[in-house]
């Protein structure tokens, strides 16, 4: 059966998600948005030693959607909505990244196991011309807490295919929800997009309306 929406978007508004991460097309097909994925070509930079996680994470979002932005047309942009997103997983003030072999995703594991580390993912949207202003940034952290594993458990889920593309090397929506105690936080933002913050600022922005008999 086929799930009634959640909201709309304000009459003549269009939304672009400019990801192709299948996390966050999710959440905004469980709103009941409609939408166009439109990855951004922005090529990431890794972090600096020492960046701060924050800025780094807005700034990335940032580019993101100014890159998928410039690549409309001038008529479209005008009643077009952008959302860009950046997650980062930092540990002990460093950035971890996204594993690209195997032993790196253990290495990752091996750090997180039995610790408490924080997931923070920053959002910008660029807003149609109908908002007071041109573009609208924030971020959200949640602090999560490994359960204790013996190596042996974590060298197994290192070697499915999960990790590789996941920062941190897991995934808290699939097999690696294992992992987790618990978490201080918002559960969507660790998977990679804050849902409440995200529906409660573009609603206040009024781009976005309950659907009809919701």
């Avoid at 008529?75 to 790196?104: E, M, N, S, W, Y």
């Avoid at 490994?146 to 996941?166: G, H, V």
């Avoid at 097999?175 to 600022?201: C, M, T, Y």
């Amino acid at each position: 059966m086929k799930t009634q929406p959640l909201f709309q978007l304000a009459p003549g508004l269009e939304f672009i998600l400019a990801s192709g991460s299948p996390r966050r097309k999710h959440f905004l097909d469980a709103l009941g948005l409609e939408y166009q994925v439109l990855p951004s070509e922005f090529e990431e930079p890794a972090p600096s030693p020492h960046e701060d996680p924050t800025i780094y994470t807005q700034n990335l979002a940032k580019a993101k959607a100014q890159a998928c932005y410039t690549s409309l047309e001038p008529t479209r942009r005008a009643h077009t909505i952008i959302l860009a997103a950046d997650t980062t997983v930092i540990f002990a003030g460093q950035i971890l990244g996204k594993p690209q072999t195997t032993q790196c995703a253990l290495e990752m594991l091996r750090l997180l196991n039995g610790q408490k580390h924080l997931v923070t993912t920053s959002v910008h949207l660029i807003l149609p011309d109908m908002c007071p202003k041109h573009s609208l940034s924030f971020s959200e952290t949640s602090a999560v807490y490994f359960q204790n594993f013996p190596d042996a458990i974590l060298a197994s889920y290192a070697k499915t295919s999960e990790p590789r593309d996941k920062a941190g090397g897991y995934a808290i929506q699939g097999q690696g929800a294992f992992l987790i105690k618990k978490i201080d936080g918002s559960w969507s933002n660790v998977v990679g997009l804050p849902v409440s913050r995200l529906a409660h600022e573009l609603l206040n922005l009024h781009v976005l309306q309950p659907y009809p008999n919701a």
